[in-house]
Every structure is written in structure tokens, then in C-alpha cells.
């Protein structure tokens, strides 16, 4: 059997594990909410169990490594995190706690968004493109740069974070203490609240996306105008990225990309508005083929393909 890796994805809402062939393909994949505390070590004890049930799955195949996306920023050389949407944890320190779990092989870390991107680059609707911007649409908005065929995660390991690219420059707060982010305006949080806030009646108390989505198929004025201003927020980052960087193709995927009937349209009719320069009329924008394994398939990516993944701003422990 050839080798395998021990994938992590660390969200907001969820913590993901999965074991990663060759091929990409995503197996033994388990789920936990992410743990809510203001305690380091009561947000880490679930992630410990479920990487250690992970790697007790795979049995006596090798495990040549374990590769982690997590929500940003991160810190190099460090390899520690501090997640906008996990306040338990500032600089804590992931990639020697996963090293000190599964002693023995390489530990390599990149965000959320970083992942996601190498993982649809490697394996999905990204394959065979040179110059891509993988999107995170969920509790908060990450991103991932491939330039010339590889990942570009910048010296902090935070390049292509696209959720946090200002898009109004008076525009509502941003968790992450800015003002007006694509995040801000785009994530499922952020759109619940702005449409609570403009009048819409929620069928339960706590509503998710899911419910907004609902309510906007179902014609409700509110949940549609949030999905409207949240694919135009989206659109004015990725044209703004795309001049910077010369892309080709945008990639998105997360929990709100899912409702992708009522994300896209305004999000598209906005692309083709403001990207009217002749190298941006051919950005092409799709969803991500490999739904929500694309991070964990990035993930494995970063032990399986390090010649194209792991290069600057992936921290690593061998």
C-alpha cells in the first residue's frame, strides 16, 4: 500500500481529520464541532481525539506525514495560529502539539484557505491551471494563492487571504478588528446578522446559512438581499486580487459557497462589471469540485506533493 497522510482542517464551526492517498483520495474522514471555551486546552483536547482516532484508523499503513489547514492568521516560523474565529487560541502552538501526537514523520501547516486551494489545484476543478485563487466561503472567508503551478503562501503564510481585503472603506466591523472586509460582508455570520439587522424574522432563534438560504429561495426580500451584497462583497475581492496577481481561474468552496444558486449570480454579474480590463474579461469563476474535502485534500497535499505545496510560508517540523 503506498503511503498515506494525516489530514487536518481547522474551522470556525467544525475540525475535520482524514486520511489522504496518492491519488487524493479523501478516506476515514471525521467530524467534531469545533470546541467553544475560553480555555487553549479545552479547544485542543477534541482535535487530539480525533486525529489519535484518525491515525489509529489507518493501521499498520505508513503514515508519511500529517499536513493541517487551519483558519488565520498563522505564524512562521513558529507554526502557530490565532484563528479570528477561535478567541481560545492567540500563537497557540499547533504544529508542535500535532508533532508531540504523531511523533516520527514531517508536520506541515498552511491555512484554511492555502489548502483549500492546493487541494482543488491537485486533485480538482484547479488541475492543469497555473494561476488560481482558491476561495473559503463559511464561518469566515480564507484564501489560497497558486502561482506558476505552485502555492504561494508568502513569508507570513498568509498570502490570498481574500477575507480580508477591505471592499468598504466605511463599511460594518470585521472580526478581525478592521472595518469592511470581505469577511465582514460574506461570511455566514456576517450575512445572518446584516439580514437580522435589516428585518428579516427568522424561523428559529439561533439561525444559520442554511436557514438564509432557505428564507431566500423562498423568496423573503432580506435573506436574498444578503446573499446579493455578500457575492458583490466577494466580487470586488477576487477582481481586486486578480489585478494583482494575473489569475485565470477562482475556485470556491465552504458551506456558503454551497448555496451556490444564490451566491453566484450577483457574484458573476459583478465580476463581469468591475474586472473590464482585457486580462480580467477571461477570469473564470466556478465552484469547488471537491466540496468540503477540498481543505483536507490540500491538507494531504502538503506531505504527498511538497515539491508544488510546501514550499515558503508552509511551516514544517521533520
Known amino acids: 500500500m503506498s503511503d498515506l497522510a494525516l489530514a487536518v482542517d481547522i474551522g470556525g464551526t467544525k475540525v475535520a481529520a482524514a486520511l489522504v492517498t496518492a491519488d487524493g483520495t479523501v478516506t476515514e474522514r471525521r467530524v467534531r464541532p469545533t470546541a467553544v471555551s475560553p480555555d487553549p486546552e479545552a479547544v485542543w483536547r477534541p482535535v487530539a481525539d480525533l486525529v489519535s482516532e484518525v491515525r489509529a484508523a489507518a493501521g499498520t499503513a505508513r503514515v508519511a506525514g500529517v499536513g493541517v489547514g487551519s483558519a488565520g492568521p498563522i505564524h512562521l516560523p513558529e507554526g502557530s495560529i490565532s484563528p479570528v474565529n477561535i478567541p481560545a487560541w492567540r500563537r497557540f502552538p499547533l504544529l508542535h502539539r500535532l508533532a508531540e501526537l504523531v511523533p516520527g514523520v514531517p508536520v506541515r501547516l498552511a491555512g484554511d484557505g492555502s489548502c483549500a486551494a492546493a487541494g482543488e489545484h491537485w486533485r480538482g476543478a484547479g488541475q492543469g491551471v497555473d494561476d488560481l485563487l482558491g476561495i473559503v466561503v463559511s464561518t469566515g472567508v480564507g484564501g489560497g494563492l497558486i502561482q506558476a503551478g505552485r502555492l504561494v503562501a508568502g513569508p507570513s503564510g498568509n498570502a490570498g487571504h481574500l477575507g480580508h481585503v477591505v471592499v468598504d472603506l466605511d463599511g460594518v466591523p470585521c472580526p478581525c478588528g478592521g472595518r469592511g472586509c470581505v469577511e465582514a460582508m460574506s461570511s455566514g455570520p456576517s450575512m445572518v446578522a446584516w439580514a437580522l439587522g435589516a428585518g428579516w424574522r427568522a424561523p428559529v432563534a439561533a439561525p444559520t446559512g442554511v436557514d438564509l438560504a432557505d428564507a431566500a429561495r423562498a423568496g423573503d426580500p432580506y435573506a436574498s438581499e444578503a446573499f446579493r451584497r455578500a457575492g458583490r462583497a466577494l466580487a470586488a475581492g477576487i477582481v481586486?486580487?486578480?489585478?494583482?496577481?494575473?489569475?485565470?481561474?477562482?475556485?470556491?468552496?465552504?458551506?456558503?459557497?454551497?448555496?451556490?444558486?444564490?451566491?453566484?449570480?450577483?457574484?458573476?454579474?459583478?465580476?463581469?462589471?468591475?474586472?473590464?480590463?482585457?486580462?480580467?474579461?477571461?477570469?473564470?469563476?466556478?465552484?469547488?469540485?471537491?466540496?468540503?474535502?477540498?481543505?483536507?485534500?490540500?491538507?494531504?497535499?502538503?506531505?504527498?506533493?511538497?515539491?508544488?505545496?510546501?514550499?515558503?510560508?508552509?511551516?514544517?517540523?521533520?
Open 240 to 318: 481586486s486580487t486578480a489585478a494583482v496577481c494575473d489569475l485565470s481561474r477562482v475556485v470556491i468552496g465552504g458551506g456558503v459557497a454551497a448555496a451556490h444558486d444564490l451566491l453566484f449570480p450577483p457574484l458573476r454579474a459583478a465580476v463581469a462589471e468591475h474586472g473590464r480590463l482585457a486580462f480580467l474579461r477571461g477570469l473564470t469563476v466556478t465552484t469547488a469540485s471537491l466540496g468540503n474535502s477540498a481543505g483536507l485534500a490540500g491538507a494531504g497535499a502538503l506531505v504527498l506533493a511538497p515539491e508544488a505545496y510546501a514550499g515558503r510560508g508552509v511551516a514544517s517540523l521533520t
